[in-house]
């Protein structure tokens, strides 16, 4: 079992960025895949950007596509969400979630959605404001 803790969240102006980082507890971070969802006020939570376990595979929303960049180092327990361009409808609580399924594990891919991580940090909020 792996525990998640996000830090880096506040508030920003639009156009501006923040990096979100997700520490790991465990020996065994390395063959989780990680991903971050979001979930603004009244609204589901969605997925944003996803990393496989060895991080040859990458994937985003297509909301944040171009303006997001997720990355992984393995030997600090810690997954990245580096974000620039922020809008104000990027204002959401953050979420980092890993998955430590065998079978996407072994082909590599990105899980994206909710029901595929069943581990969860607690969020950090960002706040994008004009």
């Known amino acids: 079992q792996v525990q998640l803790v996000e830090s880096g969240g506040g508030l920003v102006q639009a156009g501006g960025s923040l990096r979100l980082s997700c520490a790991a507890s465990g020996r065994t971070f390395s063959r989780y895949g990680m991903g971050w969802f979001r979930q603004a006020p009244g609204k589901e939570r969605e997925f944003v950007a996803g990393?496989?376990?060895?991080?040859?595979?990458?994937y985003y929303a297509d909301s944040v596509k171009g303006r997001f960049a997720i990355s992984r180092d393995n030997a600090k327990n810690t997954v990245y969400l580096q974000m620039s361009n922020l809008k104000p409808e990027d204002t959401a609580v953050y979420y980092c979630a890993a998955e430590n399924s065998d079978y996407i594990r072994h082909i590599e891919v990105v899980a994206t959605t909710s029901q595929e991580y069943p581990y969860w940090g607690q969020g950090t909020q960002v706040t994008v404001s004009l």
């Open positions: 990393i496989s376990w060895r991080g040859g595979s990458t």
